[in-house]
């Protein structure tokens, strides 16, 4: 057997001795089940702090952003995070924040497009986001732009059709503003 050989098989030899010694080492203290030793916090199995994103804007400052809303219902559905407002101007409107972190404005811009919606770039911020809107609909408009770190968040707002109401667009793009600037 060459030195080389010799050396490398010496090398394998100590560290799968010194492998092996590690597993023999004893750990005092007695085993504990998941979530019952150390730091003295449970784990939290009601899974309460999984929409955490749908805090990002506090739901007085959506009702107010959206026309000095007082009365701001919230709710959660799949990747979106939504706000049914009644006392909004026009008699209700509806908030939702998506926030997707894989997204791209180009894919956007894309299913916008296979959806027939109408987009606009706009400026959010110094940066190029959308404005979106449905042909026919002046009642509801969102925006969407690239998030602080990853991915895009968008916000819409719906008022109820027909109704008098400040402008949707105008609204949207404050609340992904906020949203960007709470997410920094």
């Known amino acids: 057997m060459s030195?080389?050989?010799v050396a490398v098989a010496a090398t394998a030899a100590l560290l799968l001795t010194a492998g092996?010694?590690?597993?023999?080492?004893?750990?005092?203290?007695n085993a504990q089940p998941l979530g019952g030793g150390g730091g003295g916090e449970a784990i939290n199995t009601d899974f309460d702090k999984l929409l955490r994103e749908c805090d990002v804007v506090a739901s007085d400052k959506i009702g107010e952003i959206v026309g000095n809303a007082t009365y701001v219902q919230d709710s959660f559905s799949g990747a979106v995070c939504m706000w049914e407002?009644?006392?909004a101007p026009g008699g209700g409107a509806m908030a939702t924040l998506n926030w997707y972190e894989m997204g791209t404005l180009n894919n956007?811009?894309?299913?916008?497009?296979?959806?027939g919606y109408l987009t606009g770039d706009i400026t959010v911020q110094g940066r190029r986001a959308l404005q979106v809107r449905r042909p026919g609909d002046n009642d509801s408009c969102g925006v969407t732009a690239p998030a602080a770190d990853v991915g895009v968040v968008g916000w819409w707002i719906n008022y109820k059709p027909g109704s008098s109401h400040p402008d949707p667009c105008a609204a949207a793009q404050k609340l992904v503003e906020l949203t960007l600037d709470l997410a920094r």
């Open 3 to 5: 030195a080389r050989r």
């Open 20 to 29: 092996l010694a590690g597993c023999a080492e004893k750990v005092e203290g």
């Open 85 to 87: 407002i009644e006392d």
């Open 108 to 115: 956007e811009k894309a299913t916008n497009d296979k959806l």
